[in-house]
């Protein structure tokens, strides 16, 4: 299995405090029995250049790299970041580094507050650029919740959209969100989006056993090479997409 969203780089964001939580996170991923990691650091472009954002990355991947423990995993690692929506990203040179590494698929989150003004336009100039952007985690934002053609939108648009694993482990209201989107066929992968060792495990299999269980192996399967494909920097197989109707007060 591959797990395209994780932040186990240590010392860089809000995930791996430290390197020996870097380290148990990457058992914990081996547990899991994922054979593939894409680590996923934070870039905040409001927060933090990308000039910055670029050396830290490569200082924890340093830190990292260098320990026997991540020498002898038997996972193979790349590189990408998971980049909070910004208008000011259009304006950077270089977002090929930002992309997950060796790929033109670009992991990218939003605000959960509020609906980010030109989403739209904005995910459209990046797929006009080469880009393909991976919209993160998509059951998180109120606003696609309340309105799920705007995510129909996009993805017909052009983007792609994972749901977290830790979704399906809760039965909460953005579980049933995530099933609605995976009913309407906006969802083309599960990941992680582990942070430690105890909140925000590694915990992809569990994902996949409450989607087995719904939705059937085969499903499952497509979901895994969906984000092995990726990780190679290969086109997916896409499904087609239903769109959400509304009927009485409820997106069926
Ligand atoms: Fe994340």
Redesign the pocket.
């Known amino acids: 299995m591959t797990d395209l969203?994780?932040?186990i780089l240590p010392g860089i964001d809000d995930?791996a405090k430290s390197i020996d939580i870097a380290l148990e996170m990457i058992k914990m991923q081996e547990e899991q029995g994922v054979n593939k990691v894409m680590l996923?650091p934070?870039f905040k472009i409001d927060e933090m250049t990308y000039q910055d954002f670029i050396q830290k990355r490569k200082e924890s991947q340093q830190l990292l790299f260098s320990r026997e423990e991540y020498k002898q995993s038997s996972i193979t690692f790349k590189t990408g970041s998971?980049v909070y929506f910004s208008l000011k990203l259009l304006e950077l040179d270089d977002l090929q580094s930002l992309c997950l590494e060796g790929t033109d698929y670009m992991l990218i989150?939003f605000s959960t507050k509020m609906k980010p003004y030109g989403i739209k336009e904005a995910l459209m100039d990046l797929i006009n650029l080469g880009y393909t952007p991976i919209l993160?985690?998509v059951e998180r934002y109120g606003y696609f919740a309340e309105n799920p053609t705007l995510l129909y939108d996009l993805v017909m648009g052009g983007c792609l959209a994972h749901i977290n694993a830790e979704t399906l482990l809760n039965n909460g209201v953005r579980k049933k969100t995530a099933m609605k989107y995976l009913k309407w066929d906006l969802v083309h992968f599960l990941c992680s989006?582990s942070?430690s060792c105890e909140h925000r495990i590694p915990n992809i299999k569990e994902g996949y056993d409450v989607l087995r269980k719904e939705f059937g192996e085969e499903y499952v399967q497509w979901l895994i090479s969906n984000s092995e494909k990726v990780f190679d920097g290969k086109e997916i197989d896409l499904s087609v997409v239903k769109k959400p109707k509304k009927f009485l007060n409820f997106w069926i």
Do not use: I, N, Q
């Open positions: 969203h994780c932040h995930g996923t934070h998971e989150e993160a985690h989006d942070h």
